[in-house]
């Protein structure tokens, strides 16, 4: 349908590239070289990065508040790392599968779930969570339980770059899984499918009424959403050549959930400043003060949330240097 | 007979939950023509055009839509099947601009209506295509409202008070795009108007509402409309 072809033409031409949008990756570049002590933190921020945008695609762009998102980074995790442990040591392929899995839990979770809404929905998402949590504690010879399957080990990536204990490989291999990522969420949010997700946050009758199925596309960008959370905990269990209860903890919901509105949801890049903020501000502070740099970081987050509802990067746009929300 | 009505409803009994608000109305509405819809605040109009579209509860009567009945469909179904609606509120997406938008549900059919068109028949729209949904004035937003509701390609248009509340020059405006609407072949058009002058000017099918039920009915356009009735059933002190 050539009209079809046009409109879409008509809306992805709009979304050109700005130079800001560079900062993130240059950043993470110039970290490569910079701070080589520091890599496996970077990793680690890399994969959060990744978690909190697959999160972004439900809670900034559709609008859909959830609270067991681990579910989806932790069977993921559990996946890659199982492959790994029963003899599959390629990461290409286990990063896929991984992906997949945890997309087929997100169709039958979300089939389920989005028909709820509000509380109802926050409860069935942690449920779940803690469904899995369970299973993956009880199935001790599987999965090792309590004390979380160790023994991940990956072949080189692409057959020549051995994940070795200075984290290199690791740290670009995570930065690239999230770049093709972040190319994939990006033009999906900029395509009419991404700006029907926002139209269905501010009003879902109003898209009804426009003939648009709200169900059929909550689904697909919870599924979509939850393949993405899939691959950020592959990346994990891989890079770390671990997978623990951690990875599927109602902790981890709540802290992708906080480096979210920290940094600004339905913006693609709130995840890289929350995730960045947080951990770095975890690492340096909890080093100095291990008990108490949670509460300067809680009263932090009050204000934010507070005074400057679009977080970090909302406070960018109200200060008048641009950034129109999605 | 039926196959050549775009709107047919018998004993429409509507409301929200359990209050009902609709009682017992018909409405018949052949293809390609408009019917207005004519009363006082709070008689019912807006939750008959809802339930038309599926948003208020259907609690009793048949609603059939190009020959097919809609009971039971889904607001998104119905909007398949060619309806389009245009609500009091205009409901524009505030974080979408005017393009986004124009395009973010189009269902663009072969000879239907396309961006350009609908920009030749709204240009201020054309100016504004970059603005937000919340950048624009009253009378913009219905233009969107309107525009929007085309890029659907409907064949039945709920229009509820298009006017309302807006500047005359704008409001002249927008009766010049529903005389165009209505030469339009194939497209219906359910108007819901408070304006009876206005209202008149496009149609002498014309259903007056009161208190949930047909207080008038001319729909079928055999007669010009009894213009002394209608004021004294919908008219607004004041009025002209």
Redesign the interface.
């Known amino acids: 349908m050539s009209a079809r072809a046009a409109a879409v033409g008509v809306l992805m031409r709009r979304r050109s590239w700005r130079w800001v949008e560079a900062l993130p990756w240059v950043a993470a570049i110039a970290g490569f070289f910079l701070l080589p002590n520091y890599l496996q933190l970077g990793t680690q921020i890399l994969v959060m990065i990744l978690f909190a945008l697959s999160l972004d695609l439900l809670l900034g762009y559709t609008g859909i508040v959830t609270l067991g998102h681990a579910a989806f980074f932790g069977l993921g995790a559990y996946t890659a790392g199982l492959l790994a442990t029963g003899g599959w040591h390629e990461p290409l392929s286990g990063l896929v599968a991984a992906a997949a899995v945890a997309a087929a839990l997100g169709l039958v979770a979300g089939f389920v779930i989005l028909r709820t809404s509000g509380l109802a929905l926050l409860m069935l998402g942690m449920a779940i969570t803690l469904l899995l949590y369970e299973v993956a504690n009880n199935l001790n010879g599987l999965t090792g339980g309590a004390d979380g399957l160790s023994g991940v080990e990956i072949a080189p990536l692409l057959g020549r770059f051995g994940f070795d204990m200075y984290g290199r490989t690791s740290y670009l291999y995570a930065l690239a899984v999230l770049f093709v990522a972040f190319l994939l969420v990006r033009a999906i949010v900029w395509a009419p499918f991404g700006r029907s997700l926002v139209g269905i946050r501010q009003n879902p009758a109003r898209m009804q009424a426009m003939g648009v199925s709200v169900f059929a596309r909550r689904l697909a960008v919870f599924v979509l959403s939850a393949g993405l959370a899939g691959l950020a905990g592959a990346v994990s269990a891989q890079t770390s050549q671990f997978a623990s209860l951690d990875n599927l903890s109602f902790d981890l919901s709540g802290t992708v959930l906080l480096m979210l509105v920290l940094g600004g949801p339905g913006r693609l890049y709130g995840g890289f400043i929350g995730a960045s903020v947080l951990m770095i501000a975890q690492d340096g502070l909890a080093k100095e003060n291990p008990v108490f740099w949670l509460f300067w970081l809680g009263l932090f987050v009050i204000l934010l949330v507070v005074f400057v509802p679009g977080g970090l990067l909302g406070l960018r746009a109200r200060l008048g240097l641009g950034g129109r929300d999605g | 007979m039926d196959e050549g009505l775009a709107l047919r409803c018998e004993g429409l009994c509507a409301g929200w939950g359990e209050t009902q608000v609709v009682s017992g109305v018909d409405l018949r509405l052949p293809a390609g023509e408009v019917l207005v819809v004519l009363g006082r605040n709070g008689v019912g109009k807006s939750t008959l055009l809802s339930c038309i579209?599926?948003?208020a509860a259907r609690h009793a009567g048949t609603l059939e839509v190009a020959g097919r009945s809609v009971v039971g469909l889904?607001?998104?179904a119905r909007?398949?099947l060619g309806v389009g609606?245009v609500?009091q509120e205009r409901?524009i997406?505030?974080?979408?601009?005017v393009?986004?938008n124009l395009?973010?549900?189009?269902?663009?059919?072969p000879g239907?209506w396309?961006?350009e068109q609908v920009l030749e028949l709204f240009p201020r729209l054309g100016e504004r295509l970059r603005n937000?949904g919340n950048q624009l004035s009253g009378g913009e937003q219905q233009m969107l409202a309107m525009g929007?509701?085309l890029m659907?390609n409907p064949r039945l248009l709920l229009l509820d008070e298009p006017m309302e509340g807006l500047a005359p020059v704008i409001v002249e405006m927008l009766v010049g795009v529903l005389r165009r609407l209505r030469a339009q072949a194939g497209l219906s058009i359910l108007l819901v108007e408070q304006h009876i002058g206005l209202a008149l000017e496009f149609s002498d099918r014309v259903v007056v509402l009161d208190r949930g039920q047909v207080a008038y009915d001319n729909q079928d356009g055999l007669v010009p409309p009894d213009r002394a009735r209608i004021e004294a059933l919908a008219g607004v002190s004041g009025e002209g």
């Open positions: 579209m599926g948003r889904a607001p998104f909007a398949r609606y609500p409901e997406f505030p974080s979408l601009s393009r986004e395009l973010v549900a189009a269902r663009p059919q239907g396309t961006l937000g929007r509701a659907g």
